[in-house]
Each structure stands twice: as structure tokens, then as C-alpha cells.
């Protein structure tokens, strides 16, 4: 009886270990997505990275259950199978990466302040804006010790999508811009509309976003997508509640996430989210970083893969 019942249990084992390698060596890897991948659909395949993260912690030793109820199999809890490592350890710290993207606008103002009280750094990428009260919060931005992404000038998907030159030239508008007013001229892009968007295809044909971030990265720019959306931009003002629920539910598993927020006059939700968001992600460990050239990156467009 006891020979027949360790039989069956390691038949088991073995189903279950077969079937999570399987399917962790089919995953795709963020950059081996084709540019046809919205960033819509990009929530199915978060799905499959939050499932690589989990095996991966297993691995060091510190989160020692696997879901793998997709399979119907329930929990399995194997304490000592992967004893953790010195390595493993070390490398296990979690950063958050608070994006705002579209700024500088009425927001911008309570965003600081929040952040300031927080002790929290975050990246804004900013377009092209010149009133007085743009200008002081760049600065305000610059002072406060946050980091400056160029998210181009004009913002105008006709215009800046329309070639790699007319791109180029929104870039260095914003750059010019910026340089004159806080001295800073940033090397980090992120795409409106993200590095995979379609909308591009409209005025620059279908493989306009891969020529762009091609040449972009040759000119010495690094980009940055999202891995976690805050889904403020899903509605003109999205509910405070879904914006909270939605940070927690897509950063569930990863280490880095880059968070996906707006800084706009009518995301005043973002706003009085930002403050759950942050006790949130500092309940869960991370800490919280700005990007640059050599930071974590996260890309839905491969360089150059189209
Ligand atoms: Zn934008």
C-alpha cells in the first residue's frame, strides 16, 4: 500500500513539473512579440509573464507555491525542493518605475506634492508646452530630483508618424525646448501611443514604428513601453478604484514594473489614486527608482524586427 501510494504521488509530480516546463519554455519573451501586438492584447501575454515570475521566484527559494490552477491542479507547496541562494537573493529586489506621461498640465502641481511627501522619484514625459506655468513645473520636476522623458513635442500622431525625419524633428523640438528652460536634454523616449501602436501605420505605412525606433536607438535614444497600466487612459476619467485595482492586479508577480499613468487636466483620478498606489507598491516591497539610458526597460517593439 505505502509502495503504491509513493507511485502515484510521483507519477504526479512528474505530470505537473512536465507540464510546467512545457508550457514556461512556449512563453514569448516581451521583445518576441510581433509588431502586430497591440498594447491591448499585450494583457494576455502579462498573464503568461506573471506565471514565468512566479516559477522564477519558486526557483530562489523565497515564494515557495506555485499556482497552476489554470490547469485545474490547485496548489502545490514544495518547500525544500529549491533550498534559495546567496545570488538569487541579492537579486531579488523589486523597483517601481512611476511613469506620467503628457504632461505638463493642472495635474502636475498635486502629483509633486504627492510624490514629495512620499519621498517617491518619478519619470514624466512631457511634450511640448510653454506657458509660464509649464515652464515652473518642469522645473519643479528638475528640482525635485524626478527625471524628464521626451514624449515628443507636438504629440500629433499624423505629424510625427508621417517619417523617421518628421519624428526626429518633434524630438529635437522638445529637446531644444527643454534644454533652454531646465538644461536638461533627456536620451529617454517613450512612443505616443506606445512602440507598437497602429495608428502610426496611417500616415507612415505599416512598418514606420520599427524605421523610427531603429533609428532613434542608433541616435543614442533608449524607449521605454509599460509593463504595469494604471488603464487611466480607458476612460476620459477613469474611476479611482479601477485605476488602484489595476496597479495591483498588473504588477501581481513582477520585480520591475514600469507603471503607466497620465499627467493630464482631466486624469484628476490618477491623482487621488496616486497616493493608494504608492502605499500599495511600498506595502509589496518595491522600491521605487526614475528611469534612464541603462535603466530596466520594457518594449513591445523588438528594434528593428520589422
Ligand atoms: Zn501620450
Known sequence: MKYLFLAIRTTICCIIWAVVIL????LPLPNQLGPNHSADNLNNHEDNLVLSARVSEHESGRDFSLNLSRWGVGKLVSASLFPPSAATISSSNKIAYLTFDDGPSKSTSRILDILEENGVKATFFVTGKTSDYSKQMLHQIVD???TLGNHTYSHDYNRIYAS??????DVDRLNRLLEETVGVKPNILRYPGGSNNHLSWRSGGRHIMSSITREMSALGYQYFDWNVSS?????????????VESVKGNSSGKKQIIVLMHDMDVKTTTVEALPEIIAYLKQERYQFDVLGKDSFTFQFLRQGSS
Open 23 to 26: 508550457q514556461t519554455d512556449s
Open 144 to 146: 525635485q530630483g524626478h
Open 164 to 169: 523617421v525625419g518628421a519624428f526626429k524633428a
Open 231 to 243: 488603464t487611466d487612459a480607458a476612460a476620459v476619467t477613469q474611476s479611482k478604484d479601477a485605476i
